[in-house]
């Protein structure tokens, strides 16, 4: 399927500042843990890189209530893989239940 993509889309209950804030704490983690590339447009932020050696690009976009985007799909074996991490480090990251502090824990 090339050109497919994945979509996601999480809710937050944060100003758009602070759920921006938070993305960007995920996005350090991410350069620093793969060497994830992201550059900011408004509120919107493009990334780029390698993930396990699969290319990986994505588009975030950030508004009062959820942060949504979609990324390349890296194909049938890793696709609900990679899906369900994006999710999951979203919700962990924009979480009511933690402080912008304690996030940094990864």
């Known amino acids: ?15 758009r500042a602070d ?6 704490q995920l996005l350090e ?3 620093q843990a793969f060497g994830v590339k992201n550059r900011w447009e ?4 493009r990334l780029r890189g ?4 699969v290319d990986f690009r994505a588009r975030l976009s950030i508004t009062d209530t959820a942060v949504g985007g ?7 074996l890793l696709r609900t893989a ?3 991490y994006v999710k999951r480090k979203l919700r962990k990251y924009l979480s ?5 502090a304690l996030v940094k824990c990864r």
Do not use: I
Request: net charge positive.
């Open 50 to 53: 390698q993930v396990f050696g």
């Open 70 to 76: 979609e990324a390349t799909d890296p194909g049938a």
């Open 1 to 15: 399927e090339a050109g497919a993509r994945l979509k996601f889309l999480v809710g937050h209950h944060f100003v």
């Open 29 to 31: 983690y991410w350069n």
């Open 42 to 45: 408004g509120d919107q932020v």
């Open 82 to 84: 990679a899906s369900n």
């Open 96 to 100: 009511s239940l933690k402080s912008h």
């Open 19 to 24: 759920a921006r804030a938070r993305v960007q």
